[in-house]
């Protein structure tokens, strides 16, 4: 018998700290991780059961779908819209938000998800995740409408991802603090680990597709370009460079270590101002990095304050430790 605090706990001691609190948060939460669970299922079986590479088809990002990546969808789908808990979801995976069937009761939030982050992963065997941000429903136990999604990222009342890597772990923000759980699997139950995550001041490690700095805007070409001239060069430092291509993975080495993660806009296809999504990726994490004591920015202005456009708008992404982000929003200033 496992004797840490599981995440069931954990949730429910933390309803009881909203005053007048209905459930609803909770059942919405569990049901969330109940899809994570089963989705660390399918990623870790992979090959034995004939779910690795891509389908024909492409998702709304002109992205080439991998069997994965929709299986992934349908868990997220299945696992929360029956309980009456939300009003919509919006998912990487579809063009449009996905309307609650008229079957099931209607509720107050709405989740937004990248259900598999770093799908490309997969076949070769590197962690990958899933990404999840709720809202409330301004229009609560009505159909929601794409514009009810639109909403800045500090007004998530949540925001959390599962990271399928070498152990499955759930790391979660509720608005005070991030907190990581570990999946028991004996006991089919995320146990806490990783109480109070906060991320280091400073860093000497990056993370940054160094194939596109071609591509970067000056501030980013002479950060980079300060860190690879280690001691010798302004900085007085060495530093070192990580890149998995997991979103998911980069976040949670920099909750565990530090770091600087950034995916900035480039050139290589200027009509995209970045590559990262707003909704379902660069919000929930800039809420759960921020929680830790980190920073996130666009290099222009803080993520969380961004008023959106459109679901499946991308945006510059710069976060990790809050002194180097600094420098970096520095350099883009001057
Ligand atoms: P690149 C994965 O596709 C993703 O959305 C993020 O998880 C990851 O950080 C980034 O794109 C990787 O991009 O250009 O290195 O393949």
């Not at 696992?79 to 996905?98: K, V």
């Not at 209607?106 to 998800?113: D, P, R, S, T």
């Not at 929601?144 to 759930?170: I, K, N």
């Not at 700095?213 to 060495?238: I, M």
């Amino acid at each position: 018998m496992h004797t840490g605090t599981t995440l069931t706990q954990f949730i429910i001691e933390e309803q009881r700290r909203i005053p007048g609190a209905t459930g609803d948060f909770t059942g919405l939460l569990n049901d969330i991780v109940t899809a994570c669970k089963a989705i660390s299922n399918a990623v870790n079986k992979g090959a034995l059961v004939g779910i690795m590479g891509a389908l024909e088809s492409q998702n709304v990002q002109g992205e080439v779908q991998k069997k994965l990546d929709v299986i992934s969808n349908d868990i997220m789908i299945r696992s929360n819209e029956w309980a009456g808990h939300l009003a919509g979801m919006a998912s990487e995976e579809l063009d449009e938000p996905y309307a609650i069937p008229d079957k099931y009761p209607l509720g107050k939030y709405l989740l937004l998800f990248d259900p598999l982050d770093g799908s490309s992963n997969v076949d070769v065997n590197i962690s990958v995740g899933s990404i999840f941000s709720i809202l409330r429903a301004p229009r609560p136990n009505r159909p929601a409408v794409v514009e009810d999604f639109l909403q800045p990222g500090t007004q998530q009342v949540c925001a959390g991802y599962a990271l399928y890597g070498s152990s499955t772990m759930l790391v979660l923000t509720l608005g005070h603090g991030v907190n990581g759980f570990t999946l028991d699997r004996e006991v089919g139950e995320f146990i806490l680990t990783h109480p109070n995550m906060t991320i280091p001041a400073d860093t000497k490690e990056f993370a940054i597709n160094a194939s596109n700095r071609r591509f970067w805007e000056p501030p980013v070409q002479r950060y980079v370009e300060e860190c690879l001239a280690g001691k010798e060069g302004p900085r007085g430092k060495d530093f070192n460079m990580r890149w998995v291509a997991s979103m998911v993975a980069e976040v949670h080495r920099i909750l565990t270590r530090g770091g600087i993660f950034m995916y900035p806009r480039d050139t290589k296809d200027p009509s995209k101002p970045g590559k990262l999504r707003l909704m379902y990726e660069a919000n929930p994490m800039a809420m759960i990095v921020e929680q830790a004591g980190g920073a996130a920015s666009t290099g222009y202005e803080r993520i969380l304050d961004i008023q959106p456009e459109s679901l499946h708008q991308r945006v510059p992404v710069i976060l990790g430790s809050r002194n180097e982000v600094e420098v970096v929003v520095g350099y883009h200033q001057n």
